[in-house]
């Protein structure tokens, strides 16, 4: 590629941001987290080395998510972040700003599209194109998108759901539900809290839904012994739970992700939906890698699940692939405002 046409994918995502050059494949993958100091507002680290920081700065520092439910919550922090990417991403020796396509949830406003964009101008690109992490996630699942057929795809990622139908290039019917993988973890802690009267930091939860989380009861539970603070006397404790407590902690969570895809098929043509039936549903983001998440999907929606290749990876990839053929998705399926 020349020097001259430098492109960047970016899967902007609420825990993991994942950055997509073409023709080398993704080269960063980390946390969505900024550690600022509290004295003068300056951004002290990003990305794995912020993360490290969550739960444990002193009163001058803040390790924060600048992504809330897949869109911007704190808009300096983000450009930071994306600055930070940017420019790890492009040799510092390049003079020339690369153009970068960034994947959106799909229920965004266009407000916060617009947030997106000038952030990711302010970050130092020469260009900023929007897609739907819908969109994306096919394409980088390998779903012929172009094709007069029904495609359907969930992505379960870190802020938000996204289910949608797709066809000829385009969304056909889609919804964005802003409960996916960071819900689980909430979920998780509140549940250790009311059953065992222990708290537990966020970290933990995430660790404890990815190491015995299950999307159904386990025939052989797996045990897991977790520290946390004793919620009545105040110290450690160690305690041992098991996959089905994390099961019975996430129920809420399924279920409102199971609402959202059957609102979708409810609203999808009949000719998109037996094309559906017949081909099944594809799973793409982190989450979708939740322990028999897609065996529930199957059983609750009567459609056969399946999980992608690198489903972590789709997004990313898929924005990738279309600034690889940046002109033709131009004209279908980005949003260009």
């Known amino acids: 590629m020349s020097i001259l046409t430098k492109k960047i994918g970016i899967d902007l995502g609420t825990t993991n941001i994942l950055v997509y050059l073409p023709g080398k494949g993704i ?34 520092i803040i390790a924060k998510k600048p992504l809330k439910d897949g869109v911007i919550a704190d808009y300096k922090a983000t450009e930071a972040m994306l600055r930070y990417f940017l420019s790890k991403a492009v040799n510092r020796f390049n ?52 094709s007069a057929s029904g495609h359907m795809i969930i992505d379960i990622g870190g802020g938000t759901t ?25 979920a998780v802690a509140t549940f250790i809290r009311k059953k065992y009267n222990l708290a537990v930091g966020e970290r933990t939860a995430e660790e404890i839904k990815i190491k015995i989380g299950s999307a159904l009861p386990l025939e052989k539970k797996i045990k897991l012994d977790i520290k946390g603070r004793d ?67 199957t059983q609750a929606i009567g459609v056969p ?13 898929g924005t990738g692939m279309a600034l690889d053929n940046l002109e033709s998705y131009k004209r279908s399926i980005l949003a260009m405002k």
């Open 231 to 297: 919620m009545i006397i105040g110290l450690p404790r160690v305690i041992t739970i098991d996959s089905n407590d994390i099961t019975e902690a996430i129920q809420s969570e399924l279920n409102a992700i199971v609402l959202a895809v059957k609102s979708v098929l409810y609203e999808t043509p009949p000719e998109l939906s037996a094309d559906v039936m017949e081909k099944g549903m594809i799973l793409s983001g982190g989450s979708s890698q939740l322990r028999n998440l897609d065996k529930l999907l």
């Open 95 to 146: 003079l020339f700003r690369p153009e970068v396509m960034v994947a959106v949830p799909g229920g965004i406003t266009s407000t916060e599209e617009r947030a997106v964009r000038d952030a990711t101008m302010r970050a130092g690109s020469r260009a900023a194109y929007i897609i739907k992490e819908p969109i994306a996630a096919a394409i980088g699942s390998n779903i012929p998108i172009g």
């Open 27 to 60: 080269v960063t993958n980390e946390p969505s987290v900024v550690a600022i100091s509290t004295l003068d507002k300056s951004v002290l680290a990003v990305g794995d080395e912020a993360k490290e920081m969550i739960g444990r700065t002193p009163d001058t």
């Open 305 to 317: 699940a399946y999980v992608a290749d690198e489903p972590l990876l789709s997004v990313a990839k």
């Open 162 to 186: 996204e289910a949608a139908v797709i066809s000829l290039g385009g969304i056909v019917t889609c919804t964005s539900v802003r409960v996916a993988g960071n819900k689980f973890d909430t």
